[in-house]
């Protein structure tokens, strides 16, 4: 008897002291009372005319749609969409993967509409398995390479990207005639990996963090305890860190730009100057046939910077304009007191700091000065990264780039985490709590700081995390 | 004789265009349909590696090469055991070694069995005093290192102690969050100029002392302590920059055949003669590791002498390019 009552007081004061328990925590979802909290350039872009003027050219070529021919050419013959505002859009231009039904309803995965939008021909290009209508946008990557019998083969990686859909067919293609990569193969053989479009917000404050921050920073995380060390990836040309992209593999906004013009829309570029086959049609095949070549008419690269032109938007390249968007885009304005109410977001970013997750998410890093707009000079980017890539165990996808290996990402910026929907390097999940889940695995150096939250942790305590991380 | 090498080398001709000629160009698609049960790659495994671990033999004991067993860590380099509480376990193995000298050794949590309210883990984990990027010769000055490091989220519980554990001296160094209600207890010693740390989290701290009292169980070998730990008698003595200056008699520049940004920190065992028998990659590129091999194996070394008789010796060399380090500290007690 005695026994008996002992035991129910063992069991029930865990249940007192942790009084959530039995009612879990829940990730509050996109932040969608506070209207949209990202998107709009520095204030001191829009106190100049000029720079205004630039900024607002960028958005509108970054929302133009393009076409093979006419007057918007360039497009493919292989791409992933047709804009790059398409992709990036949520919660606004610049941002990333967007949805119907959650909040700003930007609508369903553009990817998913491109047959029926009339931008690919359905009679030669099909919807892939992986591009659901309420899903993310994704970039497709086959880690390896297949040998002719359509086995997987580990010793010859790829990695690169196997664009999704063809010209073919489209009364601007003329004849030519290309197969889309083999998506159900690479599904049914585990030989294929996603990306999500990463936000561009508050990028230019980014680009503008010196080295010496970024190294300082690293020095300041030894001692943390937690099993975390972290590594910089480097640009191959200067040997300078490279910041951009979920592997940190792109050193600046203009390559970043000139890379996916090139990559995810087939056109080619001042950066990037040929059109792009898939990776086994250039580095061990052919190359794109010759009916494929030139299809806009207009010769290499497509797009230019214009002599004719008479002011800086009208000179300017489209890269060149994409990059002025991104650089003079402000960082996202996170919320004080929504969700959760300002007490728990005050609680939710000290916890966050307390059980190690702000050892790789550096919740602000300083700019130097820029040449560009007051707003990027010595400004405080609160973007809950450290720009450093980062073992990260079973998220491992496989796609070496640069210096970081297949289980290398980039800490990921968690700036505007509040009004993002689909989370990770391939929009696996849309609940942060399954993201944070996804930090613990074997050879991942999170595993210490999951541990942290998901065991150590009261209910309540977690649920002013995820209140924080919907609040930025 | 010649006849033979010339059938001998058709052969090998034959064999190798026949075996081109089967695996084909590798390609990123096709119709293969025609193959209706192709190989699947294991999901969730790492199979492309960037900069990672390696060693010139599968011998010689690696600090990471430590395994939980029959509920007991056993680190034959550190020539450390540990017994984990009943129902603990190592769910998930660490990252590899970083490129400053940190070492993940095991990550121990109660087993998802475990029926009990305990909550809390341990981290067993490593820092040499070869690279690492703290301005610290000694275990007690990387402790500290981290006390004046910790930021306004934590609190001191008790600032860092010597303390007898397992018959061995070690640094104790409490802290905590008052928000998260957690407490950090450290654990640290020095073995092989490496400080090996035992880090207790948890909310409950009579769970945390009774699991630093389990700690007497565990074996270290003689030379543990907070500021000793310097290798000797039956593995090399440890000297911090032993790679340099009058000591190295001969030495070759590795030939890279690919420009790479990253640090290559190399920890390398000296034979008494004075030529290099061990070799370990902390991080790594293949190629960049072939080179270093390479290079290493026309390196000679001064033979290190301790008390007459000549021993050997274990050091880092950085190749490759180096993190900048803070301002270096004022004593270098690793060195000898």
């Known amino acids: 008897m005695k026994t008996t009552k002992l035991a129910s007081v063992f069991v029930f004061l865990p249940a007192l002291f942790f009084p959530g328990m039995a009612s879990a925590q829940t990730d509050p979802g996109v932040r969608s009372s506070t209207g949209v909290n990202a998107g709009q350039p520095f204030a001191s872009v829009t106190a100049s005319p000029n720079d205004l003027a630039f900024f607002q050219t960028g958005l509108a070529q970054f929302n133009e749609h393009q076409t093979v021919t006419g007057d918007n050419p360039g497009l493919g013959p292989r791409f992933n969409l047709d804009s790059c505002g398409a992709c990036h859009s949520q919660p606004a231009p610049g941002g990333t993967s967007p949805a119907s039904g959650i909040f700003p309803n930007i609508g369903p995965n553009p990817q998913s509409q491109v047959i029926a939008n009339g931008v690919v021909n359905g009679g030669t290009n099909t919807i892939p398995y992986f591009v659901l209508a309420n899903g993310p946008v994704r970039e497709a990557r086959f880690p390896f390479f297949f040998d002719q019998f359509g086995n997987p083969n580990p010793n010859a990686p790829n990695g690169g990207v196997e664009d999704l859909f063809t010209v073919s067919g489209r009364s601007d293609a003329g004849s030519c005639s290309l197969q889309q990569p083999s998506f159900n193969t690479a599904g049914s053989t585990n030989n294929i990996i996603f990306r999500i479009p990463t936000p561009t917000f508050g990028t230019g404050l980014m680009a503008n963090i010196d080295d010496s921050t970024l190294l300082a920073n690293h020095r300041a995380q030894g001692g943390n305890n937690l099993g975390i060390s972290g590594a910089f990836n480097h640009n191959g040309n200067d040997g300078t860190i490279s910041r951009f992209g979920w592997k940190a593999q792109n050193k600046s906004l203009m390559i970043f730009a000139g890379e996916a013009y090139n990559v995810e829309m087939g056109i080619s570029n001042e950066l990037f100057t040929q059109d792009r086959p898939l990776p086994g049609e250039d580095q061990l095949g052919s190359g794109l046939p010759s009916n494929c070549l030139n299809l806009a008419r207009v010769g290499y690269p497509e797009d230019i910077t214009h002599s004719g032109g008479t002011t800086a938007s009208t000179v300017t390249s489209d890269v060149g304009l994409f990059n002025v968007f991104m650089q003079f885009l402000d960082q996202p304005t996170p919320s004080t007191t929504t969700p959760g109410g300002a007490t728990s977001i005050a609680n939710g970013r000290r916890l966050f700091s307390a059980i190690g997750c702000a050892t790789c998410h550096s919740p602000s890093l300083t700019t130097q000065a820029s040449h560009l707009t007051p707003g990027l000079s010595n400004a405080t980017a609160n973007l809950f990264s450290d720009i450093e890539i980062h073992h990260m165990g079973a998220l491992a996808d496989n796609v070496s780039q640069g210096g970081a290996g297949g289980d290398q990402f980039r800490t990921a910026p968690l700036w505007g985490l509040g009004q993002r929907i689909f989370l990770l390097h391939d929009g696996r999940t849309t609940n942060l709590l399954s993201a944070i889940e996804a930090h613990e695995s074997n050879g991942s150096e999170a595993t210490q700081t999951e541990l942290n939250f998901d065991q150590l942790l009261t209910p309540s305590q977690q649920q002013d995390i995820l209140n924080f991380l919907r609040s930025l | ?336």
């Open chain 2, 1 to 336: 004789m010649n006849m033979r090498i010339s059938h001998f080398l058709t052969l090998l001709g034959l064999c190798i265009t026949l075996l081109a000629r089967a695996q084909g160009a590798p390609q990123s698609g096709g119709d293969f349909s025609s193959n209706p049960q192709p190989k699947k790659l294991p999901t969730e495994t790492i199979l492309v590696n960037g900069a990672w671990s390696s060693a010139s033999d599968s011998v010689t004991p690696l600090p990471e090469g430590g395994k939980v067993a029959n509920n007991v860590y056993n680190n034959q380099y550190f020539g450390l055991t540990y017994a984990l509480s009943p129902d603990w376990t190592e769910k998930y193995s660490g990252p590899p070694p970083s490129d400053s000298g940190y070492y993940v050794l095991a990550q121990i949590r109660p087993a998802d069995t475990f029926k009990g309210t305990i909550r809390g883990s341990v981290l067993i984990a490593a820092q040499d005093l070869f690279f690492s990027l703290t301005p610290a010769s000694n275990t007690l000055e990387l402790i500290n290192f981290s006390k004046d490091s910790l930021n306004v989220d934590y609190k001191v519980e008790q600032p860092p102690t010597a303390v007898r554990i397992a018959n061995h001296s070690l640094i104790r160094f409490d802290y905590g969050s008052p928000v998260a209600e957690l407490h950090w207890h450290v654990l640290a010693t020095q073995i092989r100029c490496h400080m090996v740390q035992f880090v207790f989290t948890g909310r409950d701290t009579k769970l945390m002392e009774s699991l630093i009292q389990d700690m007497n169980k565990m074996s270290l070998p003689d030379e543990a302590g907070p500021i000793s730990g310097r290798g000797g008698g039956e593995v090399p003595v440890c000297v911090k920059d032993y790679a340099n200056g009058e000591n190295v008699m001969e030495r070759m520049d590795p030939v890279f055949a690919e420009r790479r940004f990253n640090p290559v920190p190399v920890r390398i065992i000296i034979d008494k003669e004075g030529k290099i028998k061990h070799i370990h990659f902390l991080s790594a590129f293949p190629d960049q590791a072939k080179a270093i091999t390479d290079a290493l194996s026309h390196w000679r070394f001064k033979p290190y002498l301790r008390d007459g008789h000549t021993v050997e010796v274990e050091t880092g060399v950085m190749f490759g390019r180096a993190p900048r380090p803070a301002a270096p500290s004022s004593t270098n007690a690793a060195t000898e």
